[in-house]
């Protein structure tokens, strides 16, 4: 079932997101991000989590991974990425989506 990100209308289970401009692209990884944070909607996932849960649970101490999955993710779905209104940081913690 759709849901509403914004200005994005995001299908999971088509693996699609359509934005005013039309259809954005993501990578499988932003995939798996953006599924596991619309999944949590208004709760932390810790940043641990989510690196185990995307790359593994060798790559738990890589944040800089994340950070800069993260900041492809606002660039493409936020109307304004440096001041994101959907996907927050929680900096040193994890991560929120705030529908």
């Keep these: 079932m759709p849901s509403s990100f914004g200005d994005h209308t995001v299908d999971l289970a088509a693996t699609t997101v359509?934005?005013?401009?039309?259809?954005?692209?993501?990578?499988?990884?932003?995939?798996?991000i953006l599924a596991l944070l619309l999944a949590n909607p208004g709760?932390?996932?810790p940043g641990r989590q989510?690196?185990?849960e995307v790359w593994g649970p060798?790559?738990?101490g890589r944040g800089n991974h994340l950070r800069v999955y993260l900041a492809g993710l606002?660039?493409?779905?936020e109307?304004?990425?440096?001041?994101?209104r959907h996907?927050?940081?929680e900096p040193g913690i994890?991560?929120?989506?705030e529908p």
């Design 18 to 32: 359509t934005g005013p401009a039309g259809p954005v692209r993501l990578t499988p990884t932003e995939w798996r």
């Design 43 to 45: 709760r932390l996932v």
């Design 50 to 52: 989510i690196l185990r």
């Design 58 to 60: 060798a790559q738990e």
């Design 74 to 77: 606002r660039r493409k779905l």
């Design 79 to 84: 109307r304004d990425p440096a001041r994101p």
């Design 87 to 89: 996907l927050i940081t």
């Design 94 to 97: 994890g991560y929120r989506y």
